[in-house]
Nanobody, 124 residues
Framework: QVQLVESGGGLVQAGDSLRLSCTASERTFSRYTMGWFRQAPGKQREFVAAISRSGGNTIYADSVKGRFTISRDNTKNTVYLQMNSLKPEDTAVYYC?????????????????WGQGTQVTVSS
C-alpha cells in the first residue's frame, strides 16, 4: 500500500508560480509511474501531467503544456509539479497518483494509489 501526501498548495494571483510536492511512503518509489490530476468544483477529475519511473519521459495536458513541469527525485520519494504563469482556470484541488506500471497514462482508472489532494486557488 502506497501512501501519498501532497503539499504546496495555496492562494496566489494570476501570473504567479507554485510548486506542489507529493511524497510517497513506499521505499520502492522508483517502481511507480507518477501522475498529477486536478478537480475543479463541479467538474470531473482531469489529467495534468505524468512522469516515468526514471523521470526520463513526461506527458502533459494541452492546457498546461509550456507552463507546468513535472519532475521527481527518487532519492526523496517525491514528485513535484512546478506551476508557472498560473491562471484562474487552474484553480482546483490537485492530486498526485501512483501507477504500478511503466506506461504513462492519462486516465484516472490507470492509477492505483491517490493522495488526499491540495487546494490551489488562483485569483484574477
Amino acid at each position: 500500500q502506497v501512501q501519498l501526501v501532497e503539499s504546496g498548495g495555496g492562494l496566489v494571483q494570476a501570473g504567479d508560480s507554485l510548486r506542489l510536492s507529493c511524497t510517497a511512503s513506499e521505499r520502492t518509489f522508483s517502481r511507480y509511474t507518477m501522475g498529477w490530476f486536478r478537480q475543479a468544483p463541479g467538474k470531473q477529475r482531469e489529467f495534468v501531467a505524468a512522469i516515468s519511473r526514471s523521470g526520463g519521459n513526461t506527458i502533459y495536458a494541452d492546457s498546461v503544456k509550456g507552463r507546468f513541469t513535472i519532475s521527481r527525485d527518487n532519492t526523496k520519494n517525491t514528485v513535484y509539479l512546478q506551476m508557472n504563469s498560473l491562471k484562474p482556470e487552474d484553480t482546483a484541488v490537485y492530486y498526485c497518483a501512483a501507477r504500478a506500471d511503466l506506461r504513462l497514462v492519462t486516465v484516472t482508472t490507470g492509477y492505483n494509489y491517490w493522495g488526499q489532494g491540495t487546494q490551489v486557488t488562483v485569483s484574477s
